[in-house]
């Protein structure tokens, strides 16, 4: 069953580190360069992650008042860096980026699914 998120905090981190990072994206600092360079996601295309930031931050907000649609959004985060993971192994772009940044957002993302089922 689904519920509110205890603790709370996960869910509104992952939603902070989101929108901080969309933010990044309008500008990207070269690590952010290098690492969507890296995977060869194409230039054309980089609004479209900032988009998807966007979204999920208001899915998450959004949770705090229907449990439901922070879940589905906690999942559906889970799911873009399951596949930015699989991109860079792909890439074979395993440096710091990889390990620190795909990595941690993906347990991140995971722990915060999983405060809206235990």
């Known amino acids: 069953m689904i519920h509110a998120p205890q603790p709370w905090w996960l869910p509104a981190l992952l939603a902070l580190s989101l929108f901080s990072d969309a933010l990044m994206s309008v ?22 992650l900032i988009t998807i930031k966007l979204a999920a931050t208001a899915g998450l907000l959004v949770g705090s008042k229907y449990p439901g649609a922070g879940f589905a959004t906690a999942v559906a985060v889970v799911g873009y860096f399951v596949c930015a993971a699989i991109a860079h192994y792909r890439a074979r772009f395993l440096g710091s980026e990889f390990w620190i940044n795909c990595l941690g957002m993906l347990a991140l993302s995971v722990a915060a699914a999983v405060t809206y089922v235990v």
């Open 27 to 48: 500008r990207p600092p070269m690590f952010i360069q290098r690492c969507l360079d890296g995977v060869r996601f194409p230039r054309d295309w980089w609004w479209t």
